[in-house]
């Protein structure tokens, strides 16, 4: 396929798309389809054939439209509907309601806060295309900038545009990433890798999911871009095997571009040639951290070793390798349509364009949000999420997920960004957001949050390993209004020695939740010791014996 | 100073605890210091064997970088600023030996390594005299089912020499990691009684670099010293492998 090609296709689509007189959209991602969405579009199909509008009416599934909460949600082109909480027995009301007012019983208001105060770019297309489709992705202009960076573009100009637009790593760190880019680029090797990192593993995190379930071609324009900057030909996408659905619309997906020249040798006609594989995990968290990453890949235990050398240097196979996140990925394309100067005037400072969050908790309205960041915690929780219902108090809001802080009430009006939450004693992480009302016990939650750090621990260093296990007994201790003042003193030093000596991001940010929840809401733990004299000073006789050979 | 602080073109140097050092190319850090009689305690570390970072007994501060570094597996450079050991390098590698006698069963007095334990040497030069974490005292088996070496889970620090030295100079790869964190665990091939494995070749290296009495020779003494030496006779033919495969 030729460039030429490419808009020839998009134009033929367009043309189909705009034969139909309607186009009811139903959201076919893992929230909604867990509340019956395929028995709607099912339902909704029948109705169209058995009216005989088949002509008329396109019956598509799309990808994630955000609002779970109201889910299953059924959005109706051109009209701009959005209809909310759609049953079975609703697929005739509604199929009769087409050409004349919309079912008011259904309707989801869109000029709400969730809605307006969004800015999308990664989910841009989320919602609003098949994507099982790549005639759909190619109708609304993808693959376009895959087109112009392979026919119009240096390599270094590709970097130098990525520089440009202040573009960070999503996963959490924030590393630039036109920084990772240059690094690997000038990296010598006989092969290079890209690889994308999608295993998302989070408690309460869904954001990499939603995008590959809703626009898997954006992720692979995304690493294709990027394997021509970089100059590899191999590309991995790293998926956990518990997204099923996201593993068959990335299979599906690859197949389409490989149909359409999209992959594969002679990109466009050019001597520029890439092929991405899936990679499955095998549920182990561990496995998000890149060297760990890479060492699953390989084939072997997926451990994390020491860097330096920085996978940049000396990744996959000891080659030159790229690792970015989904999201970061799913950037690309838009930045280089649109410009690295319209991508850095969204945003602050030092933290530029969206993120994705994955808004979970006791809300008005939860689901997937994309906010320009510099946005303040207290609009994202208040406004585009409604604030918390029935009169709840609003108590924390956790980012980061077992990497991250709670940051409590007294914070909200922070802004969204990478310097800002860190100074918190959070990260911005890849986008987990749990709110928390007055019901939640901090001590319980940052327990929680140690548990999950000590079963995902690999176990290769001995801090992470036992000292993630000894801080989990301290908190259940406490929890158990059996700690004492030394316990908690204890606490402190081993969240100081684990950070500092983990080998690792799992173990070196495995206390951030007990810190934060230390430094905010201390008295939850005071409240809960008992004096000292009730116990030894660790509660076991034999620590109090001398150890001589 | 021995040969190789004499330099050569492919030498350079760079600082460690405020004295200037020579090191050749290649060379960690723990190996210029080593070369130079530097101590920095180690545990997982055995010269020979692929360095694996994982005892975290090796952290040393390097000028400019944020975060400690393992000794064992970080490149020496050029004008580096290399500091082993302060107050708080110490009372983290204190702590860490401590989380170590917390989680196994650790005791000195009837173990066949008493008096030649790497752990116990490295308590004692730390001054570790309590542990100030709980212990766990979990419940571990205690592998008999080999003719000549006993696998004791309790007294094991998961170290991976064994792991290594099986599969990186004997080549059998007996050896290997099951489970995982805190429930990790020495295994043999798919987790088999170690009488059982059709892989083990008897050869005895694991038995040799283990640092603790987990992996003993069946019938040996506390007071029994032989294991000591064979371990020094084993270093220079390890260095020498090794070497061979540069």
Known sequence: ?549 | MTHKSIPTPDSFTLRIDGTDVVAQVGQSILEVAQDHNIGIPTLCYLEGLTPWGGCRLCLVEIKGSGRLLPACSTLATEDMDVTTTSPRIERYRRTIVELLFSERNHICAVCVSNGNCELQTLAQEMGVTHVHVPYRYPTLLVDSSHDGFRLDHNRCVMCTRCVRVCEEIEGAATKGVGGRGIDSMIINDLNEPWGESDTCTSCGKCVSVCPTGALTEKGTTFADMAKRRERRELLPYLTQTREGRR
């Open chain 1, 1 to 549: 396929m030729t460039p030429d090609e490419l808009s020839q296709l998009s134009v033929e689509e367009r043309e189909r798309q705009q034969g139909f007189e309607h186009c009811l959209n139903v959201c076919t991602a893992a929230s909604c389809l867990s509340s019956g969405a395929e028995e709607v579009k099912k339902g909704l199909t029948t109705a169209v054939k058995e009216k005989g509008l088949r002509e008329k009416c396109r019956i598509r599934g799309a990808g994630c439209m955000g609002l779970c909460s109201s889910g299953p949600l059924v959005a109706l082109d051109p009209e701009d509907v959005l209809y909310q909480h759609v049953g079975v027995d609703d697929v005739p009301e509604i199929v009769e309601s087409l050409d004349t007012q919309p079912v008011p019983r259904l309707l989801c208001d869109t000029t709400i806060p969730f809605f307006q105060r969004q800015k999308k770019i990664v989910l841009e297309n989320s919602g609003r295309i098949d994507p099982e489709r790549i005639e759909d992705y190619i109708a609304v202009g993808g693959y376009r900038s895959l087109a112009r960076v392979l026919t119009e573009m240096d390599p270094d100009e590709v970097v130098q545009e990525i520089v440009n637009s202040g573009l960070r790593g999503r996963g959490g760190a924030g590393y630039p990433t036109g920084l990772k880019w240059g690094t690997v680029a000038k990296a010598t090797g006989a092969e290079k890798y890209v690889i994308c990192n999608a295993d998302e593993g989070d408690p309460g995190a869904f954001m990499d999911r939603a995008v590959l379930e809703s626009d898997p071609h954006r992720v692979l324009e995304g690493m294709t871009i990027a394997a021509y900057a970089v100059g590899a030909t191999q590309g991995y996408i790293y998926v956990r095997a518990e997204y099923p659905l996201a593993i068959k619309r990335l299979r599906q997906a690859i197949k389409q571009a490989q149909r359409l020249g999209l992959q594969g040798d002679r990109i466009y006609e050019t001597p520029f040639r890439f092929t991405v594989d899936i990679r499955l995990g095998a549920g182990a968290f561990v496995c998000g951290e890149e060297t760990a990453l890479i060492a699953s890949i390989e084939g072997g235990r997926g451990l994390p070793r020491p860097r330096p050398p920085y996978p940049a240097n000396h990744g996959l196979w000891g080659c030159p390798t790229l690792i970015n996140n989904v999201e970061t990925f799913a950037n690309v394309a838009a930045i280089l349509r649109e410009g690295a100067g319209w991508f850095s005037s969204i945003g602050t400072e030092k933290s530029k364009g969206t993120k994705v969050f994955s808004l979970a908790g006791p809300l008005s309205r939860y689901g997937l949000i994309e906010v320009p960041m510099g946005i303040s915690l207290r609009e994202i929780v208040f406004d585009i999420a409604g604030g918390l219902p029935d009169g709840k108090s609003f108590k924390a809001v956790q980012t980061g997920g077992p990497s991250g802080g709670c940051i409590p009430a007294r914070h909200l009006d922070t802004s969204v960004d990478y310097e800002s939450l860190r100074e918190l004693g959070a990260i911005m992480g890849s986008g987990g957001m749990i709110v928390m009302d007055e019901s939640s016990n901090m001590v319980d939650v940052a327990r929680f949050f140690m548990e999950f750090c000590m079963t995902e621990s690999c176990g290769k260093c001995v801090p992470c390993r036992v000292g993630t296990y000894q801080m989990h007994t301290l908190l259940d201790r406490i929890y158990n209004r059996q700690g004492t003042k030394r316990d908690l003193e204890l606490l402190s030093e081993l969240c100081e020695v684990v950070r500092e000596t983990s080998l690792c991001g799992l173990g070196q940010t495995a206390p951030n939740p007990v810190n934060s929840t230390l430094r905010y809401f201390r008295d939850e733990y005071e409240e809960r010791l008992v004096s000292d004299g009730v116990r030894g000073p660790s509660g076991d006789p034999l620590a109090q014996v001398e150890m001589t050979p």
